[in-house]
């Protein structure tokens, strides 16, 4: 059974900085796309970030390309997410999503923010004065 948990959320000010963490237990992430969602409130979920498990290929959106880096270690079978520089706008549950390849390559899933086929239950992050 797979299970991602998130981790590393909390409350920062404007400015500051969090590293989120996905844990994957049930299932060896050797040739997965992980990404990264949020959802703030009265808002459409929105990918913000993905990642290759096998060649750490990264894709990000526009609203955070710059200042949040995705990345992995594959002997934890966790996947990281720093966030810098955060923003009021940047409120939101962050949620750790994957899909493993087969007939599509996890580039294809991290290219278009999904479908992904496994979710975490989300950590909230809060950026306020």
């Known amino acids: 059974q797979v299970q991602l948990v998130e981790s590393g959320g909390g409350l920062v000010q404007p400015g500051g900085s969090l590293r989120l963490s996905c844990a994957a237990s049930?299932?060896?992430?050797?040739?997965?796309?992980i990404a990264w969602f949020r959802q703030a409130p009265g808002r459409e979920r929105e990918g913000v970030s993905c990642?290759?498990?096998?060649?750490?290929?990264?894709h990000y959106s526009d609203s955070v390309k710059g200042r949040f880096t995705t990345s992995k270690d594959n002997a934890k079978n966790t996947v990281y997410l720093q966030l810098n520089s955060l923003k009021p706008e940047d409120t939101a549950v962050y949620y750790c999503?994957?899909?493993?390849?087969?007939?599509?390559?996890?580039?294809?899933?991290?290219?278009?923010?999904?479908?992904?086929?496994?979710w975490g239950q989300g950590t909230q992050v809060t950026v306020s004065s």
């Open positions: 999503a994957a899909q493993p390849g087969g007939f599509l390559r996890p580039h294809y899933y991290c290219s278009g923010f999904g479908p992904m086929g496994y």
């Open positions: 990642i290759t498990s096998r060649d750490g290929a990264t």
């Open positions: 049930g299932v060896t992430l050797d040739d997965w796309a």
